[in-house]
C-alpha cells in the first residue's frame, strides 16, 4: 500500500470518529465576518508583539501547520490570501489544542476566532480562542514545494492548479476584470448583452 493510499486510510478513520462523536465534519453554515486579506490590509502596520485590538472569525483551508510543543503554527488560506494562525499553551484552550492534534489535518477547511497580533518576528497572525472544522477532507494536497508540475493534470484538477498556483489564480481574476469593462463598454454604447441560446431555432 502506497503513502497516498496510507493517508486516505487514516483520514477516513478520523472522519468516521468525528461522526461516531456527534460531530458533523460537514456543517453547513458558519458566520464568517473578516478575510485575510482585510486584515492584513488593516493591521500589517502594527508593531511586533503587538496586539490589535480586534478579534477575528474568519475560515479557509489550512495549507501548512508545524507543531513545536508548546506552540504551533498554521497557515490558512482564505480567497487568494494568507494569514498565520498560532495555537499556543495557556492562551488556546486544551480542548481546542486536543481537537487539532487529534483530527484536523493540512488540507481541511476549518473557522477559527482569535485575537490578531504580531509576533516577535513580525509576522501578522491570529492567537486562536476557538476552531470549528468546516469540511475534513480525505485527499491530501500535493507537496506544497513542487505543486502539480504534470501538464495534463493540471488542467484536468483545475481547483487545485488553482490552489497551489497563485499565478493561475490570477490569470482568471484579471480576465474577469477584461470580460467585465469590455461588458460595461458595450452597454455604454447601446449594445444588449443575449445568450446564444435565445437564438437558436431549435431546442439543444
Known sequence: MGREELIIQERIKKLK????????????KFDKKDSAFDLHAKYSKIKAE???GHKAKIAGRLVGY???GKIAFGVLYDDGSKIQLVLQEKHTPDK???FVKKFVDIGDFIGIEGEVYKTQRGELSILVHSLELLS????????KWHGIQDKEERYRKRY??????????????????????IRDFLKEKGFHEVD?????????
Open 196 to 204: 446564444t441560446p435565445y437564438l437558436q431555432t431549435i431546442y439543444g
Open 160 to 181: 487545485l492548479d488553482l490552489l497551489m498556483n497563485p499565478e493561475v489564480r490570477q490569470i482568471f481574476e484579471k480576465r474577469e476584470i477584461i470580460l467585465s469593462t
Open 96 to 98: 481546542v489544542l486536543d
Open 136 to 143: 475534513k477532507t480525505t485527499l491530501p494536497l500535493p507537496d
Open 66 to 68: 508545524r507543531d513545536i
Open 17 to 28: 470518529e468525528l461522526i461516531a462523536q456527534g460531530i458533523n465534519p460537514y456543517p453547513h
Open 50 to 52: 503587538q496586539r490589535a
